[in-house]
């Protein structure tokens, strides 16, 4: 399995990004694509997950109402919309591929990581 993930940048506070999480080598349907946050100094966090195959979705509770995680199947590429930025926000964002059940937060879960990309959210 491979992830590529893009569309981090520089925005003001109060901006947006879209982030992208492309997905291949994968061979079943039943799998969860999560996005973490990794600021400097400080561990990696669960940001937003969705399971693919029941589209169960969580958020953490830091980004509930400003984010939004979404996919399409027909692109295997799963989304990270982030509205409302904050300086708080600023870090780096991986995406993460798992098939345990649910929506797993903690990172140990997750079997393959994308390279990250730098979301930078000045103020």
């Known amino acids: 399995v491979q992830l590529q993930a893009s569309g981090g940048g520089l925005v003001q506070a109060g901006g947006s990004l879209t982030l992208s999480c492309a997905v291949s080598g994968f061979n079943s349907d039943d799998y969860v694509i999560s996005w973490f946050g990794q600021a400097p100094g400080k561990d990696r966090e669960f940001v937003a997950g969705?399971?693919?195959?029941?589209?169960?979705?969580e958020y953490s509770d830091s980004v509930k109402g400003r984010f939004t995680i979404s996919s399409d199947n027909a692109k295997n590429t799963v989304y990270l919309q982030m509205n409302s930025l904050k300086p708080e926000d600023t870090a780096v964002y991986y995406c993460?591929?798992?098939?345990?059940?649910?929506?797993?937060?903690?990172?140990?879960?997750?079997?393959?990581w994308g390279q990250g990309t730098q979301v930078t959210v000045s103020s």
């Open positions: 969705m399971r693919r195959s029941a589209g169960k979705i």
């Open positions: 993460a591929y798992t098939t345990v059940i649910g929506v797993p937060e903690q990172p140990l879960h997750y079997y393959y």
